[in-house]
């Protein structure tokens, strides 16, 4: 934590970061790019012309003492109003990424290894390496065809990655597809390490739909994109040995080398810039601060859940009926706006100092503030392990993708919180909400979990000397 700064070298490698351009993707990357430049190096943020725009000049200009770090961008091919990943709907950006932004990623990267970047070249270097989002392929071969060596860097969590490598066993031994009227709280056997405690259940969302001719798109498109992470000349993952030690592992057995230097968000915790989509409401960190310590149940399903009208009314009766005060972070285009005004009004009705509703949070320093008690989550990665590192026990509701095996891990194996997983019901919010309050057990383990990632992340942690690893393989392959 707080890893100390290196003084500026203009020879010092100059690294093109390229996530996804969604918001889970580009926050674990903007403080790993964060880390890059404390550690002396230049880096290139890549952001799509549409969240730059969205992000704005003055949001997204790096800090004024942090002139190794500039933004640049390229078109993700859709037009303004598309609604892009929410919802769940990622296999249109990446394609639309693949088949027209990659030619605007491909000169711009020419120009930046000429050493000739968007008008100047603000005194950076030509480009030597490439950090791209492990979902586009296209990214790091187009790199490497340049002569630019390029990494892989995975957003979602190594026991996911794991699974998603385990598809072909899985096949083998009969796990999948999932036949109609299977039980899926039967174990799943095929996913090393994790034989004692997943079910079919906690697979990642798309393994459920997959058929025997590995014809379902998603499926198709996981396997593609984790047989070219395994050909890269390495693999980055934002998690700790104390969160998921035996998953990295058994990972490096697929991979050329793997370093995991997460959470990175623990490990930078000041990013270089602001990196949000949405304008998170503060006014929510004065009203958390007339809260009474661990009273408040922040409620929030990260940047892409959609939620129905039905499920919106379970969470709502059960967060009234378990009694505790609560933060709920409801985007604009995450219900329709009859549901956000039957929010809003019940709000109202339970009081301004029992509920507040907002946009967006600034969800860091919720976690980090004293008056939240637990965390009502959709278990994405970076939510997860934002929460695993302060301390805060989770409910999780996992919608799609990693979620489901991230929740289990929360229930199962750190067991820092609860899964309601594939149950959406107002007793059971209650409940679960009620005992992630007041359990002392599971607030035990959500302490001594924080502190073992605290350990990671600090000087000479595990995370930490990975990260001083991964600087060294950079500086390298620049010479
Ligand atoms: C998705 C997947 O869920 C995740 O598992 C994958 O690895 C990356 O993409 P998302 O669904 O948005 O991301 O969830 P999450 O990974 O939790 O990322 C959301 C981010 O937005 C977090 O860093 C969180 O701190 C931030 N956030 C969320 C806010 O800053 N304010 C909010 O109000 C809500």
Redesign the pocket.
């Known amino acids: 934590m707080g890893h100390k700064a290196v003084a500026s070298d203009a020879a010092a490698p100059h690294v093109l970061v390229f996530p996804v351009p ?4 580009i ?1 674990c990357m903007m403080h790993f790019a964060t880390g890059l430049v404390a550690a002396g190096l230049h880096v290139t943020f890549l952001h799509s012309d549409h969240n730059l725009r969205r992000l704005g000049d003055a949001r997204a200009a790096p800090a004024a003492d942090t002139p190794r770090l500039r933004f640049l961008s390229v078109p993700d091919g859709l037009p303004d109003d598309h609604a892009r990943a929410i919802g769940g709907g990622i296999m249109g950006l990446l394609e639309s990424l693949r088949t027209k932004g990659s030619v605007a990623y491909r000169s711009l990267l020419a120009s930046l290894v000429r050493g000739a970047g968007d008008n100047s070249n603000d005194g950076f270097p030509p480009v030597s390496c490439v950090f791209a989002d492990g979902l586009m392929p296209f990214a790091v071969d187009i790199a490497e065809e340049i002569g630019v060596p390029a990494l892989v860097f995975r ?2 969590s190594a026991c996911s990655v794991l699974a998603n490598m385990s598809i072909p066993r899985l096949f083998e031994l009969g796990e999948l597809p999932f036949r109609s009227g299977d039980d899926l709280d039967e174990p799943v056997r095929g996913v090393p390490g994790m034989e004692g405690f997943l079910r079919r259940r906690d697979l990642p969302s798309y393994f459920r739909t997959c058929t025997e001719n590995h014809t379902d798109p998603m499926v198709k498109m996981l396997m593609d994109v984790t047989a070219h992470s395994c050909r890269a000349r390495a693999v980055v993952l934002n998690t700790a040995a104390s969160l998921e030690g035996s998953a990295v592992a058994h990972i490096a057995t697929h991979v050329r080398d793997v370093f995991a230097v997460g959470p990175l968000h623990a490990m930078f915790p000041a990013p270089a810039s602001n990196a ?1 989509l949405w304008r ?1 409401d503060d006014g929510c960190m004065a009203w958390l601060d007339g809260q009474p310590d661990r009273s408040v149940v922040y409620v ?1 399903l ?4 959609t939620i129905s009208k039905e499920q919106f009314t379970e969470f709502l009766s059960g967060l009234v009926s378990a009694g505790y005060p609560f933060l709920w ?1 409801l985007r604009p285009d995450m219900v329709g706006a009859s549901e956000s005004a039957a929010l809003r009004e019940a709000v109202t009705s339970a009081g301004e100092s029992k509920a507040r509703v907002v946009g ?5 320093d919720v976690l980090r503030h004293r008056a939240v008690g637990c965390f009502l989550t ?1 278990a ?4 997860t392990v ?1 929460a695993a590192a302060e301390g805060v026990p989770m409910v999780c509701w996992p919608f799609f ?3 489901q095996i991230n929740s289990r891990f929360v229930g199962a194996v750190w067991r820092t919180g609860l899964d309601m997983k594939d149950v959406c019901d107002r007793a059971v919010v209650a409940r679960m909400i009620r005992e992630a309050m007041e359990s002392p057990k599971i607030r035990a383990s959500a302490k001594a979990l924080a502190r073992q990632v605290r350990c990671d992340v600090a000087d000479g942690g595990t995370s930490a000397v990975e990260f001083e690893r991964l600087v060294e393989f950079i500086k390298n392959l620049s010479t």
Do not use: F, R
């Not at 969604?22 to 993707?25: E, L, M, S, T, V």
């Open positions: 969604a918001q889970g993707h926050n957003t979602a949000s998170a929030s990260g940047s892409l859940v972070v967006w949070a600034p969800q860091l959709h994405g990665w970076n939510s934002e993708a990693d979620q």
